[in-house]
């Protein structure tokens, strides 16, 4: 590249002939004025934009009236004309027909040209980013918050500059229906295997009943404090990204990566947990566990496929910052898969939030989180824990209201699923019964999914036979009522 890559000086003279040899040549090179260095170029391009635009033939003649109605021919530069041997800038006009034979070429000249100004772009920011650091620290007082603040400057431009050219927003109706329609046919031609923008949930009766999780969108599963959400959170995880072959990042602030580790050995190993914490193992059950850490690393197994990620206090500032490194750096066939949040109460941010509720906080970081979805394209799904309003619903089951100290979540998911494991607060249902039922889905989701919590493998299984009704017996621990059925 000329100039150290930062002017293509030759394929924007090209693109501007091929122009003349070719109108459509504007829209093949997927240029703007601002993409060229050469002042007089931009001029011409920016006429033939303009005739272009307006239906008109582009030739020399029209080319110069235009320019004569942007201003006229003082917009030149005189002195690099003279430099190039041009006399005026209507000999400049004449000439560029010649500088391409035909427009074969075009898309090729227009990328180098919007490297080109893609290179300069990020040199610029490069120049600009570490004062503005520096500035924004100094302004904080040098502690923590402020270096943190600091940071997370440096990492957002990067980011932001690396996510390229932002995706289009303006559709025809007609192009939305196509579109529409053929990401149906997608899905009906798939039968049943990995599509680009799903993700599935991972357990099948889960996947049977609701609508697979979308890129782009915020979910939510919510559940009582120790009722099992991480559980149920971790098991979809691992799951779906074995479904998809797509990386799954799991944040969380309430159990480190050992501990994740260690509940996937007890499912995957078909090891009693409570064994695993105390080491009280057969020689049977060591060999399984070796042949699960063997399985997990395999080629087709989930050992690659999951990132945990357990920086704690977890904000919402890392939790940004390091999915939009990971966009930026991730193999492409490895990026979109789920991330999950566990869980949301506990998520800080280090932005300032004087004269903000709790409530107010975590409605602003629940947004920041749906906006973080639909940049970086994948879905997240969000854990919440429930308040102490939702033990006294009918059967136990909650509320989007109930979710503790905020209702952001509601406002922002697209599914919003709770998990109930009745027995735990004292109903009178089955030990092992537990279930995920929707409380708020805008894409269809609804229904309750009977399951069966299997405590020593840290695990969910589909229920075999009838839901739990929630009538009858009350509550067993505290004396609450039970409640009669759900609908």
């Known amino acids: 590249m000329s100039d150290g890559g930062y002017v293509q000086w030759d394929s924007e003279a090209y693109v501007v002939g091929a122009a003349f040899q070719d109108s459509a040549a504007v829209e093949a090179s997927q240029l703007t004025p601002e993409h060229f260095t050469d002042p007089n170029l931009r001029i011409i391009f920016e006429a033939q934009v303009a005739l272009r635009g307006a239906g008109a033939s582009i030739d020399v003649a029209g080319v110069i009236g235009q320019i004569d109605r942007l201003g006229g021919p003082s917009r030149f530069n005189q002195a690099a004309l003279t430099t190039g041997g041009w006399a005026d800038p209507a000999a400049f006009v004449e000439d560029c027909p010649t500088f391409a034979t035909d427009a074969y070429n075009v898309e090729h000249h227009g990328a180098r040209v919007r490297t080109a100004a893609r290179a300069r772009a990020l040199r610029d920011l490069l120049a600009a980013v570490p004062e503005k650091a520096v500035r924004t620290m100094s302004e904080g007082g040098f502690d923590d918050a402020a270096i943190d603040s600091a940071a997370e400057v440096v990492v957002s431009a990067m980011m932001n500059f690396a996510r390229g050219a932002p995706r289009e927003h303006r559709h025809t109706l007609t192009k939305a229906t196509r579109a529409a329609v053929e990401r149906v046919q997608m899905l009906y031609d798939s039968k049943g295997d990995p599509v680009a923008g799903v993700t599935p949930w991972g357990i099948e009766c889960l996947d049977d009943v609701l609508p697979a999780m979308e890129d782009g969108e915020l979910y939510g599963l919510c559940a009582r404090s120790g009722e099992g959400k991480t559980m149920v959170a971790w098991q979809i995880a691992r799951r779906s990204a074995l479904a998809t072959g797509r990386i799954c990042d799991f944040f969380t602030a309430e159990v480190d990566a050992r501990g994740i580790a260690t509940r996937h050995l007890s499912d995957f190993a078909t090891v009693d ?151 735990k607060i004292g109903l009178d249902a089955p030990e092992d019964y537990c279930e995920v039922y929707a409380m708020e889905g805008r894409t269809g989701a609804s229904g309750l999914i009977p399951l069966k919590h299997v405590g020593k493998y840290q695990r969910v299984e589909p229920w075999q036979g009838d839901p739990w009704q929630g009538g009858g017996g009350g509550n067993k621990a505290n004396g609450r009522s039970g409640g009669g059925g759900w609908s």
């Open 273 to 423: 947990g409570r064994q695993l914490q105390t080491g009280q193992l057969t020689d049977g059950e060591i060999a399984r566990l070796l042949q699960a850490v063997k399985r997990t690393g395999a080629p087709d197994g989930p050992g690659d496929l999951v990132e945990i990620h357990d920086a704690a206090p977890t904000t919402i500032e890392y939790v940004a910052s390091t999915l939009r490194i990971i966009e930026a750096t991730r193999a492409p066939e490895r990026k979109g898969g789920l991330v999950v949040v566990d869980y949301w109460q506990r998520l800080k941010t280090i932005a300032s939030t004087r004269g903000m509720s709790r409530e107010q906080v975590l409605n602003h970081m629940a947004g920041e989180l749906k906006t973080l979805a639909q940049i970086i394209r994948r879905p997240i799904l969000l854990l919440a824990q429930l308040n102490r309003e939702a033990y006294r619903q009918a059967a136990g089951r909650a509320r989007p209201d109930h979710i503790r100290e905020s209702s952001g979540q509601e406002h922002e998911c697209t599914t919003l699923l709770g998990f109930h494991w009745p027995s």
